[in-house]
């Protein structure tokens, strides 16, 4: 599946918080280290998109993504969620 595809699912899952999350590989004096966070959090499907294509505009050298994420949840029992996958390559 294609980047964009990922970001449409995200923004149109039924679930009502849609958050942006950010992924960077950042040079330290110790070497290379992985960073991922949220970044954004709304209710608001059309203030998501806004804010990613500000984000993405404003930061291209991270890796963002969206996800729709129901409230009142433990996350870790869905099949899939909120998280992006830093490599050992990345950080190399």
Same mark, same amino acid.
């Given at each position: 599946?294609e980047?964009?595809?990922?970001?449409? $699912?995200? #923004?149109?899952?039924?679930? !009502?918080?849609?958050?942006? &999350?950010?992924? *960077? /590989?950042?040079?330290?004096? =110790?070497?290379?280290?992985?960073v991922?966070?949220v970044v954004?959090?709304?209710?608001?499907k059309?203030?998501?998109?806004?804010?990613? $294509?500000? #984000?993405?505009e404003?930061? !291209?050298?991270n890796?963002? &993504?969206?996800? *729709? /994420?129901?409230?009142d949840? =433990?996350?870790?029992?869905?099949?899939?969620?909120?998280?992006?996958?830093?490599?050992?390559?990345d950080?190399?």
């Open positions: 599946m980047y964009e595809e990922y970001i449409r $699912q995200g #923004l149109e899952g039924g679930a !009502p918080l849609k958050i942006i &999350m950010s992924g *960077s /590989v950042e040079n330290t004096d =110790d070497g290379n280290t992985g991922v966070g954004y959090a709304t209710e608001n059309a203030l998501a998109k806004l804010k990613l $294509q500000e #984000l993405k404003a930061h !291209p050298e890796y963002y &993504m969206v996800y *729709s /994420v129901p409230l949840m =433990d996350l870790t029992t869905l099949g899939h969620y909120p998280s992006i996958e830093i490599s050992r390559e950080l190399e």
